[in-house]
């Protein structure tokens, strides 16, 4: 599996907002401006067929009408979308804001399919939703991916939670939530994530949706089996 971290920072930051891109053909989440930033590492977003989307704030999933517009020009018009129910009118809603004249003959031409089920597959691995805590917002899921006998996960948006908890355990790598200096009722802190470290030797945390303040904070601290990305790095993780 590889891991190409497109963006590592929170809202207001010159970081692209939380979203990966694994392997070459799978998102998970779609913020706005993605797929500028997939273009700036030579990734046209054509060739994506595959969006997990984690939670209904507009720093996970505003770039839809633009993917799907991209998607519906070309030949390749496959797109699944990974999500919670309601994300299936909320996407929708988008697309006619943006595209008021045109929203119809968008959705019509794509060959669009959601998934909403607790497991599913994609390719080779094996994904499994995890119900995160994000505070008011609900509900926030995070993904854990069967990478052969390895498993990897995204937390997505969440305090510390016990299906958090239950990823580091068995994660070899947990891309996850560290937007603060202390993690409060809707995000997760450095605290947590030294308690995570020390509960779980054996997991790699790759942080995200970082404040910069907390990004400088951990290049300082620099601890042990945390990983702080820059915007495009890639993580080439072996099965
Ligand atoms: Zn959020
Ligand atoms: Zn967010």
């Excluded at 994506?48 to 020009?73: A, C, M, R, W």
Aim: glycine residues 6%; aromatic residues 8%; hydrophobic residues 35%.
């Amino acid at each position: 599996m590889k891991v190409k971290v497109i963006g590592s920072g929170s809202m207001w930051t010159s970081y692209q907002s939380a979203s990966y891109k694994i392997d070459e053909d799978i998102l998970v989440d779609i913020p706005n401006g993605m797929c500028k930033n997939l273009f700036r590492w030579n990734v046209h977003p054509k060739q994506i067929h595959h969006v997990l989307i984690t939670h209904f704030h507009g720093d996970h999933y505003f770039d839809i009408p633009f993917y799907l517009l991209i998607k519906s020009k070309n030949e390749d018009k496959e797109v699944h979308i990974y999500c919670s129910e309601e994300g299936e009118e909320k996407n929708r809603k988008l697309v006619t804001l943006a595209f008021p004249n045109t929203d119809t003959e968008i959705m019509e031409s794509l060959s669009l399919e959601y998934h909403h089920t607790q497991k599913f597959r994609i390719h080779e691995y094996e994904v499994e939703k995890m119900l995160v805590d994000h505070g008011t917002l609900k509900p926030a899921y995070g993904y854990l991916f069967q990478v052969g006998k390895k498993k990897v996960g995204f937390t997505g948006d969440t305090c510390l939670c016990p299906a958090v908890e239950k990823m580091a355990q068995e994660c070899s790598y947990l891309f996850c939530d560290c937007m603060l200096k202390q993690g409060n009722t809707k995000h997760m802190g450095i605290d947590n994530i030294i308690q995570l470290t020390e509960q779980n030797p054996n997991c790699q945390l790759i942080v995200s949706h970082l404040e910069d303040t907390t990004r400088e904070e951990l290049k300082k601290r620099n601890i042990k089996n945390v990983k702080i990305p820059e915007d495009g790095e890639e993580i080439i993780i072996a099965e």
